[in-house]
């Protein structure tokens, strides 16, 4: 029998569609399969209250959990880095491994590694949050040296609320954004239904659109030691960036 491979996602609990969307990714990767734990996440805001929701401990203990399940990677699949700043996001992952012996990596250090990789500078960012949180978002980026150019949002706060933005309005966020002819587009937020939507985005613009949906998966991968070619129909970060 062929060794399985379990990649394990920390997940919001207010999130509905990460779970369903790494299904999807994974499902033509033979033997791979994803397992969720949630923590408590209700809103998407710069307030005490909510960021607090991101302290280490609930994180720490959710991986914990994965870590019963003896997953080959554990993936913080959410984007509060963005708003934090990147070095949350390698913190937690550092007291991840010390606590469970497991590699670790979130979506938004696999959208760092993926813009540095594939020589991204300009870049154009797609989100449903609150003006304070997209500005959060650029300055954390703008001090890893990436300039944003463009961006959209929605002004949204509650967390469950991003899950039923329909796809029509996230695709003509990104085709506005697309005009600005950015390197890449970034859509940050697992909880849009945004992934699926990629392939067909990226033949309209010819632009490389990377979900972070989709980023945790692929980091996950490669965390996990397996080809994230694999991925079929899931955009070009896929098929070009192994």
């Known amino acids: 029998m062929s060794q399985r491979k379990l990649l394990g996602m920390l997940t919001p609990s207010s999130n509905t569609v990460l779970e369903p969307t790494c299904a999807a990714m994974l499902a033509g990767v033979p033997n791979v399969t994803a397992h969720f734990a949630r923590f408590r996440?209700?809103?998407?805001?710069?307030?005490?209250?909510?960021?607090?929701?991101?302290?280490?401990?609930?994180?720490?203990?959710?991986?914990?959990?994965?870590?019963d399940a003896r997953v080959n990677a554990i993936c913080w699949n959410g984007t509060s880095a963005g708003w934090l700043g990147l070095h949350a996001d390698r913190t937690l992952c550092?007291?991840?491994?010390?606590?469970?012996?497991?590699?670790?990596?979130?979506s938004l250090l696999a959208l760092e590694e993926i813009f540095r990789?594939?020589?991204?500078?300009?870049?154009?960012?797609?989100?449903?949050?609150?003006?304070?949180?997209?500005?959060?978002?650029?300055?954390?980026?703008?001090?890893?040296?990436?300039?944003?150019?463009?961006?959209?949002?929605?002004?949204?706060?509650?967390?469950?609320?991003?899950?039923?933005?329909?796809?029509?309005?996230?695709?003509?966020?990104?085709?506005?954004?697309?005009?600005?002819?950015?390197?890449?587009?970034?859509?940050?937020?697992?909880?849009?239904?945004?992934?699926?939507?990629?392939?067909?985005?990226?033949?309209?613009?010819?632009?490389?659109?990377?979900?972070?949906a989709a980023t945790a998966v692929w980091g996950a991968l490669r965390v996990a030691q397996i080809d994230p070619k694999q991925v079929l129909g899931w955009g070009r970060l896929f098929r070009e960036l192994a």
């Open 41 to 67: 996440v209700t809103q998407i805001a710069l307030s005490a209250t909510a960021l607090r929701q991101f302290d280490e401990q609930p994180m720490l203990q959710a991986a914990e959990l994965l870590a």
């Open 94 to 106: 550092k007291a991840i491994g010390q606590r469970t012996g497991i590699g670790a990596t979130t």
């Open 117 to 212: 990789s594939s020589g991204v500078k300009r870049y154009a960012l797609v989100t449903p949050y609150l003006d304070e949180v997209q500005r959060a978002i650029i300055a954390t980026f703008r001090g890893e040296d990436f300039e944003c150019i463009a961006e959209r949002h929605l002004e949204l706060r509650d967390n469950f609320s991003f899950s039923e933005v329909a796809g029509p309005t996230v695709a003509d966020m990104v085709r506005s954004v697309a005009v600005s002819r950015p390197d890449a587009i970034a859509i940050v937020c697992t909880n849009l239904r945004a992934a699926a939507l990629v392939e067909e985005l990226e033949r309209q613009t010819g632009v490389p659109i990377y979900d972070t």
